[in-house]
């Protein structure tokens, strides 16, 4: 699976937009870009994916770059429930042996 | 209705004791998993079921025994406990190659 970079750490005005990043520069044409996200202690929970075109779910937007090798996850209006550890996985089903692996992710602080 | 549910969800006990994690989904999905995260937050993959069989084993010692009796269940049996097996424990279930939805965790704590 190829690897993701993401900030450790950011911070957002609640109502304002959480643009948070990933860089995927070594993803292959099959891979999936994936976010999950972690709110204190519990389980990760799915917030979207894509492939090449941008998706949007009633939780966020998803900005891929033409040459996928990057892409941004858009929280349109950022609320304090919104602060989490964010996951950007690339993945693809690989048949029998289909798994996320995650990485450290981002801090998303979400204030007053 | 919660869709994958662990249970304990904290978990207390001594070294060198035997203890279960059970997990079950009722989303109808094929592919289940078990997922560790330490002390340093990070998650990593451990086994992983589709339809009751095996099919993800990642290097875990051989105390740890994944049992899945039927499609909807995945249970971690942990054999001789060792203080660094605490941890909290995720499981999650799938349709095979789509998205994962995960537990709440248990909290095993080995004293």
């Known amino acids: 699976d190829a690897k993701t970079t993401q900030p450790p750490s950011m911070d957002c005005a609640e109502g304002r937009a959480a643009n948070l990043p990933c860089n995927h520069s070594?993803?292959?044409?099959?891979?999936?870009v994936y976010w999950y996200r972690q709110i204190h202690s519990q389980g990760p929970q799915y917030i979207i994916h894509g492939l090449k075109n941008n998706e949007t779910n009633e939780m966020a937007s998803l900005i891929i770059t033409e040459d996928r090798k990057s892409s941004t996850l858009i929280l349109p209006h950022a609320t304090l429930r919104d602060t989490a550890v964010y996951y950007c996985?690339?993945?693809?089903?690989?048949?029998?042996?289909?798994?996320?692996?995650f990485g450290t992710g981002t801090r998303l602080q979400v204030t007053l | 209705d919660t869709a994958v549910s662990q249970t304990p969800k904290y978990l207390v006990t001594q070294m060198g004791n035997d203890k279960s994690i059970k997990c079950e989904q009722n989303l109808g999905h094929d592919t289940m998993y078990w997922y560790k995260q330490d002390s340093k937050k990070f998650l990593k993959i451990m086994f992983s079921?589709?339809?009751?069989?095996?099919?993800i084993n990642e290097t875990v010692p051989n105390r740890f025994s994944p049992k899945s009796p039927d499609k909807a269940h995945l249970n971690l049996h942990i054999n001789s406990l060792e203080l660094g097996d605490s941890a909290v424990y995720f499981c999650?279930?799938?349709?095979?190659?789509?998205?994962?939805?995960f537990g709440q965790g248990t909290r095993l704590t080995v004293v």
């Open positions: 996985i690339v993945w693809i089903n690989t048949g029998t042996a289909s798994k996320l692996t």
């Open positions: 999650a279930s799938s349709h095979f190659g789509q998205e994962a939805f």
């Open positions: 079921y589709n339809n009751k069989e095996l099919i």
């Open positions: 070594t993803i292959s044409g099959n891979e999936y």
